[in-house]
């Protein structure tokens, strides 16, 4: 799954929101895996997506804060 999302380029690396965009992407597979009707995986990417959004949105903040330093 992330080798298809790395190869079709839906990925940006280098841009800020990478983290925040592969969060989007395993939300959207808990999606389907709760549709047909895999609920203990969607409950599993459900944990990982959570983990890699608040992983994602700490980096974000850091980068930010870092950035701003003063001469």
Do not use: C, E, Q
């Given at each position: 799954?992330?080798?298809t999302?790395?190869?079709s ?8 929101d ?7 992407h ?9 549709a047909l009707?895999?609920?203990g995986?969607?409950?599993t990417?459900a944990?990982a997506?959570?983990?890699?959004f608040v992983?994602?949105?700490?980096l974000f903040?850091v980068s930010?804060?870092m950035g701003?330093?003063?001469p």
């Amino acid at each position: 799954m992330i080798f298809t999302l790395i190869s079709s380029g839906d990925i940006n690396y280098g841009k800020g929101d990478a983290y925040v965009s592969l969060g989007h992407h395993i939300s959207g597979y808990r999606v389907i895996a709760a549709a047909l009707g895999f609920g203990g995986l969607a409950g599993t990417a459900a944990g990982a997506a959570k983990i890699v959004f608040v992983v994602g949105i700490i980096l974000f903040l850091v980068s930010l804060f870092m950035g701003r330093k003063r001469p």
